[in-house]
């Protein structure tokens, strides 16, 4: 079955500690997506990646880096920057931007 | 920027009954999209139901509708016989091909048996 795949589905950092989201999609889509999702709240677009090799910067992108080197792939990294970590992140793939968006069943970081 | 605003936080229907979720949206855009994206307690995202902005007629899929008024921005979930399992968070959303999608704070919908 195609979808997304988002691991892990809890991860614990501890302080000046980067972590790595993994978000894997066989869906061959060309755009995929990192939100941050807040207790109560919506989701607000961390980075976002149209194509292999390029990404664009979303609303809340400072203590966040990505990097799209295969299509399937869009690893997200909370870097020590980030002061405030704790959430819930999802990840989507769309054909493209204007599109649909696939989501994953997400990963909830929490600080040690 | 293109914003887009859910004005109910919170809603409740009782089961069988309609209910109507409202949303709104601002953009200097002519052609876009928008959806309506379900968050159950599992936290998984689904779509609901979408509607082209060039496309007059409301989409419709099964219990769940849209009143789109694109000169008002206006574009409103209608989620007829309501049952237990539509409780969730709902999102509204807008995308274009110059923009990544935006989404609304969402609101929480209540089903009383």
């Known amino acids: 079955d195609g979808g997304i795949t988002q691991s892990p589905k809890y991860l614990f950092r501890k302080e000046g500690q980067n972590v790595t989201l993994s978000c894997e999609q066989n869906?061959?889509?060309?755009?995929m997506y990192w939100y941050r999702q807040d207790p109560g709240q919506g989701l607000r677009l961390i980075y976002y990646?149209?194509?292999?090799?390029?990404?664009q910067k979303g609303d809340i992108a400072e203590g966040y880096s990505v990097s799209r080197e295969k299509k399937e792939s869009f690893p997200l990294t909370v870097t020590s920057a980030q002061k405030n970590p704790t959430a819930f992140y999802l990840c989507?793939?769309?054909?493209?931007?204007?599109?649909?968006?696939?989501f994953g069943d997400g990963t909830r970081l929490s600080i040690l | 920027a293109q914003t887009v605003t859910q004005s109910q936080p919170e809603m409740s229907v009782q089961e069988a009954e309609t209910v109507t979720l409202s949303c709104t949206y601002d953009?200097?855009?002519?052609?876009?999209?928008l959806f309506w994206y379900k968050q159950p307690p599992s936290r998984q995202m689904i779509l609901v139901i979408r509607?082209?902005?060039?496309?007059?007629q409301n989409a419709t899929e099964n219990r769940f509708s849209v009143n789109f008024q694109k000169a008002a921005k206006s574009f409103s979930l209608k989620i007829s016989d309501s049952q237990l399992g539509d409780a969730a968070m709902y999102f509204c959303?807008?995308?274009?091909?110059?923009?990544?999608?935006?989404f609304g704070a969402g609101t929480r919908l209540t089903v009383k048996p």
């Open positions: 959303a807008y995308s274009s091909n110059n923009n990544d999608m935006r």
């Open positions: 953009t200097s855009e002519s052609d876009y999209y």
């Open positions: 509607q082209e902005a060039y496309k007059q």
């Open positions: 990646s149209q194509i292999v090799n390029d990404f």
């Open positions: 989507a793939s769309s054909i493209r931007t204007d599109t649909p968006q696939h």
């Open positions: 869906l061959n889509h060309d755009a």
